[in-house]
T-cell receptor, first 115, second 112 residues
Framework: DADVTQTPRNRITKTGKRIMLECSQT?????MYWYRQDPGLGLRLIYY???????NKGEISDGYSVSRQAQAKFSLSLESAIPNQTALYFC??????????????FGPGTRLTVL | LAKTTQPISMDSYEGQEVNITCSHN???????ITWYQQFPSQGPRFIIQ???TKVTNEVASLFIPADRKSSTLSLPRVSLSDTAVYYC?????????????FGRGTSLIVHP
């Protein structure tokens, strides 16, 4: 079973709709992240959470919100989706401070299309 | 965080050695250099990390000169399956505020 899962894997929605993307992990990691990827632009950080009570904005947080329901769950919401939020979204986890590698582990991605 | 600069794209052929260089002029004393690989429609995966000199694992080698202002990821004898985007990250992974920052990466295309 995958250590980091994302649901849904694909979603098509309309402008103005509220959308929630969910991420779950079984790795026991404290840190979780949401990135979006657009063609040719690499990965850009939307939000990150270093533990359940910690939520921080990333590079491109406008139009998004998050919820860290538990150590294992980190959800990303688009309150009112717009077409330029069409992208591939990745969730990732890492151990946290003190780990010399702090390797990130990524989920399979959610492909979101906003019409 | 130290800013990194790497080529946008590279082409190679099967069996060749590929070297991708990353510049990080403002690297800090406690920063490590980490490389990730991303295949199409998949999340990135960690491939190698180093602090100085040379690091080698089963996938790649990482060369870091004494001044640490650049680093070179070396992929020996590439195959078609090495076609991917490669990202160079610089930061202190053990630091309390470490936030992995991915740029645009280097798109490597391996030709038959």
């Amino acid at each position: 079973d995958a250590d980091v899962t994302q649901t849904p894997r694909n979603r098509i929605t309309k402008t103005g709709k509220r959308i929630m993307l969910e991420c779950s992990q079984t790795k026991g990691h404290d840190r979780m992240y949401w990135y979006r990827q657009d063609p040719g632009l690499g990965l850009r950080l939307i939000y990150y959470s270093f533990d359940v009570k910690d939520i921080n904005k990333g590079e491109i947080s406008d139009g998004y919100s998050v919820s860290r329901q538990a150590q294992a769950k980190f959800s990303l919401s688009l309150e009112s989706a717009i077409p330029n939020q069409t992208a591939l979204y990745f969730c990732a986890t890492s151990v946290g401070s003190g780990d010399s590698y702090n390797e990130q582990f990524f989920g399979p991605g959610t492909r979101l299309t906003v019409l | 965080l130290a800013k990194t600069t790497q080529p946008i794209s590279m082409d190679s052929y099967e069996g060749q050695e590929v070297n991708i260089t990353c510049s990080h002029n403002n690297i800090a004393t406690n920063d490590y250099i980490t490389w990730y690989q991303q295949f199409p429609s998949q999340g990135p995966r960690f491939i190698i990390q180093g602090y100085k000199t040379k690091v080698t694992n089963e996938v790649a080698s990482l060369f870091i000169p004494a001044d640490r202002k650049s680093s070179t990821l070396s992929l020996p004898r590439v195959s078609l399956s090495d076609t991917a985007v490669y990202y160079c990250l610089v930061g202190d992974p053990a630091g309390g505020s470490y936030i992995p920052t991915f740029g645009r990466g280097t798109s490597l295309i391996v030709h038959p």
